[in-house]
């Protein structure tokens, strides 16, 4: 297993059946929408990951995507077909303000994956495989730097603010 800067058609395979059960499970539960929500979040824990790409948070989200890509050889011998790296993207522009809000989210996932029941824990680490993969690729990656980015780095810049102007 190594560290990835992309990710395969393959661990997008993964990441399509992760995403169906998270369907199923929601659609078996009476199209109850906090059934959800442990998968959104994990998706959101996973992208701030691969924000702090510089430093041990990304790190930790590019040896989870290298290990999807890793696992993920069975879909090829599965399916009789090849397999290849999808476009790649990787957000970047996060502030020291932001990163203080980036680790805050991490820090907060991982408590609530700490805590969590067994089958809330499942679906919080596989919202988090997702979204620390799905970050590689140029589609949800772009999405992630327009939103989560600026996001982070004016919330950082704002509690900032507060802070310095306040005590």
Do not use: H
Request: glycine letters at 16%; charged letters at 10%.
């Amino acid at each position: 297993m190594s560290p990835a800067t992309a990710i395969n058609v393959s661990t997008l395979a993964i990441i399509t059946i992760l995403l169906a059960l998270q369907i199923r499970s929601f659609i078996k539960a009476g199209k109850d929408p906090r059934i959800l929500l442990p998968g959104i979040g994990g998706t959101l824990v996973g992208s701030t990951l691969t924000l702090c790409a510089g430093g041990a948070l990304g790190t930790i989200a590019a040896w989870i995507a290298g290990g999807g890509n890793s696992v993920s050889v069975i879909a090829p011998w599965a399916t009789g077909t090849g397999d290849r790296a999808l476009a790649s993207s990787a957000p970047g522009g996060l502030t020291m303000e932001g990163g203080l809000i980036a680790l805050t989210v991490a820090a907060l996932g991982w408590v609530a994956i700490r805590e969590a029941a067994k089958t809330s824990r499942l679906r919080l680490l596989g919202g988090l495989f997702v979204g620390a993969c799905l970050t590689y690729t140029g589609g949800f990656g772009g999405l992630v730097a327009d939103t989560q980015v600026p996001l982070y780095n004016d919330l950082g810049a704002q509690l900032i603010t507060y802070v310095e102007s306040t005590f």
